[in-house]
């Protein structure tokens, strides 16, 4: 805060301090500049740092720095209010005739650097070291010292990110309505899908919607991540504050817990209203997909983001992925028609997996109807291009051929038998395992000290 009590009374000036000590109280760091301070305002504050000329001249706890500067041989005066005597000690004189000369301000100033260097002189008599004393000015400057245990690195930017999201409530109310309506709207389209012939080809593709949506949702979230945190990561690790693993590792887990509610808010949604599988085993199937599925896009969009230099370009590449990992996931082409150029591109479609899982999921095991049409009256055959056959087997009475009598022949049709639901997911992971990998390239070598 930058003299947050400047153009106040002193009355209001001292209620607004003692908001800040409260939330100081709480946890909450807080550092901010003060102008002319009442001295109860001042005592407020735990520590002090003070600067003269861009020099330091003192960084400690409050209740220390008389003692400080009365044993470098600056007593202060009786009923002398503390501030002014600090100021007036530091103060460079320019002809007022307060303060000190150049010469004595850049002697302060060493006294108090030799101290943070450890050094203790007869010249410095206020040092009184003990490294068990965390209340004292630490004995190594910063780029000198080694950076936390790493666990501890990821616990606290991990509790730092968890409530950098929850802090904002805007915009998680904006994720979830977004993945509220979505789903509603999706449900009211693919209301109630039958079982019958004409009904199989909706069912498909209310599946490969619901992975449209999680391929979609939290890459594009996920893209404005690194863009407007990059300064701000740059900063404090060239601080050596933590490492880069440390930090991509917290951010890679703190929207773990956000995702897995709203993947389950609009999982259960879709699933009910589409009236797809719900019985445990193929809902929670579906839902671990799902969640796989939206760990990799999220993933995606981490590292798009930690790549662009900007939000709109990684916007723009991640628009243009997306697209291509859609048109390769079986839906529009099935793998057996796709040409022989692009065989390839199909297993770095991440959407191929998950759809192929998803429909085994939904169609296997299910039957589709035949529903009776008018018969003309002594047919008892069908004949089609010159050929007469007998599908007395596929139906009784006149009733419409069943093409796709069960899910089983459908996916043979789409080709979508080569894995298993559990290799398909899998493979997922595997998939997300390296995304998040290369999240961690990203942010180790693009983009290093730029803001």
Not at 102 to 129: C, M, Q, W
Not at 316 to 329: G, P, R
Not at 410 to 432: K, S
Request: overall charge negative.
């Amino acid at each position: 805060l930058d003299e947050p009590t400047s153009g106040l009374d002193a009355a209001t000036a001292s209620d607004v301090v003692n908001v800040l000590r409260e939330l100081a109280n709480k946890g909450r760091t807080i550092v901010c500049t003060i102008h002319q301070p009442r001295h109860d305002v001042f005592l407020q504050f735990d520590k002090v740092l003070m600067l003269c000329g861009g020099q330091e001249m003192y960084f400690g706890p409050l209740p220390k720095v008389q003692n400080y500067f009365t044993a470098l041989g600056y007593p202060c005066p009786p009923h002398t209010y503390l501030a002014d005597y600090l100021l007036d000690t530091i103060k460079e004189d320019r002809g007022s005739g307060s303060g000190v000369n150049a010469e004595e301000v850049t002697r302060l100033a060493k006294l108090y650097k030799d101290s943070r260097g450890d050094t203790v002189t007869e010249e410095n008599p206020a040092i009184d070291y003990n490294p068990d004393n965390t209340d004292n000015v630490p004995s190594q400057s910063l780029q000198a010292q080694e950076m936390a245990p790493w666990l501890f690195q990821f616990w606290i930017l991990l509790i730092r990110a968890l409530r950098n999201i929850w802090r904002d409530p805007l915009v998680l109310a904006s994720e979830t309505s977004q993945y509220v309506i979505m789903a509603v709207f999706a449900g009211l389209v693919f209301l109630r899908i039958g079982t019958t012939q004409e009904d199989v080809e909706t069912r498909s593709g209310a599946v490969f919607w619901i992975l449209m949506d999680y391929a979609f949702l939290p890459s594009f979230a996920a893209a404005t991540y690194y863009p407007k945190e990059r300064h701000v990561f740059n900063r404090e690790r060239n601080m050596r504050m933590y490492s880069t693993s440390a930090y991509w590792m917290a951010t890679s887990f703190s929207h773990l817990p956000k995702n897995v509610i709203l993947v389950l808010i609009h999982h259960t949604i879709m699933v009910f209203m589409f009236g797809l599988k719900h019985d445990p085993v193929p809902f929670f199937t579906l839902y671990l997909l799902s969640l796989v599925l939206t760990e990799f896009a999220h993933a995606m969009g981490l590292t798009v983001s930690a790549l662009a230099p900007t939000f709109d370009s990684a916007n723009t590449w991640l628009t243009l992925f997306a697209l291509i990992m859609m048109m390769f996931a079986g839906f529009f082409v099935s793998n057996s028609n796709t040409h022989v150029f692009f065989v390839w591109a199909q297993y770095t479609s991440f959407l191929k997996f998950g759809y192929e899982a998803a429909m085994i999921n939904e169609f296997e095991g299910r039957t589709f109807s035949c529903p009776s049409i008018p018969c003309p009256v002594g047919r008892g055959t069908l004949t089609a291009d010159g050929v007469t056959a007998n599908i007395s087997q596929f139906y009784t009475g006149c009733i419409q051929p069943c093409y796709i009598p069960t899910g089983e022949v459908y996916l043979e049709q789409r080709d979508l038998t080569d894995r298993t639901i559990a290799q398909n997911i899998w493979i997922l992971v595997g998939m997300t395992v390296i995304m998040r990998t290369m999240t961690f390239l990203a942010l180790r070598f693009v983009h290093v000290g730029k803001s």
